[in-house]
């Protein structure tokens, strides 16, 4: 079946920057599906960071665009967040999530998430 | 940017007991609207999408209804493994895709 694991390091210094990695099995990330990461702070909700396409497309929360860099490994079959100077505001858990489009947004498979902390 | 807000922050709620979620757009989303389910230290899981259409094995006691800016979900005899929390999610207009700030459902 599809699964989808989160990789990365668990803590990063402020104004550093923090890298993830998906992997993805059951399915190849050259599929018709986008690729999408989404995070959630400790005891807060949703947040939908941005996606990207096999092709290399992406498309940002504007909120982050200016910190955020997303790129797609097609032989690994994996993909991966940037987020530079970071702050605490960054602490939470990433999640990579598959997302099925046409005519629909529906992030239908998740990984586990990650939990990444910012702190000196 | 479209702002979800959802209420109540939280219900509490006995099982076997219906219970009805309230999620509202800041602008009409016409039916492109999603709901998700996150149970204690677990990712969420897709639960209905175009307002009222369940998703692959979610059971019958879950119902969705809205259209434009007011949107329902609602579960007609809570189980046990229902207590979690909510979240809806627009597909309207994006980026961003945003959702709500989630609905928990603990037990009374």
């Known amino acids: 079946q599809v699964q989808l694991q989160e990789s990365g390091p668990g803590l990063v210094r402020p104004s550093g920057t923090l890298s993830l990695t998906c992997t993805v099995s059951g399915v190849s990330i050259s599929s018709t599906f986008w690729w999408s990461w989404v995070r959630q702070p400790p005891g807060k909700g949703l947040e939908w960071i941005g996606e990207?396409?096999?092709?290399?497309?992406?498309s940002y929360n504007p909120s982050l665009k200016s910190r955020v860099t997303m790129s797609v490994d097609i032989f690994k079959n994996q993909f991966s967040l940037k987020l530079n100077s970071v702050t605490a505001a960054d602490t939470a858990v990433y999640y990579c999530a598959r997302v099925g489009r046409g005519g629909t947004y529906l992030f239908g498979i998740w990984g586990q998430g990650t939990m990444v902390a910012v702190s000196s | 940017e479209i702002v979800m807000t959802q209420s109540p922050a939280t219900l509490s709620v006995s099982p076997g007991e219906r219970v009805t979620l309230s999620c509202r757009a800041s602008?009409?989303?016409?039916?492109?609207l999603a709901w998700y389910q996150q149970r204690p230290g677990q990712a969420p899981r897709l639960l209905m999408f175009?307002?009222?259409t369940r998703a692959t094995d979610i059971p019958a006691r879950f119902s969705g209804s809205g259209s434009g800016t007011e949107f329902t979900l609602t579960i007609s005899s809570l189980q046990s493994e229902d207590f979690a929390v909510y979240y809806c999610?627009?597909?309207?207009?994006?980026?961003?895709?945003?959702f709500g700030q989630g609905t928990r459902l603990e037990i009374k």
């Open positions: 990207i396409y096999h092709s290399g497309s992406t």
């Open positions: 999610q627009q597909y309207n207009k994006w980026p961003p895709i945003t």
């Open positions: 175009g307002v009222s």
């Open positions: 602008q009409s989303i016409s039916s492109n």
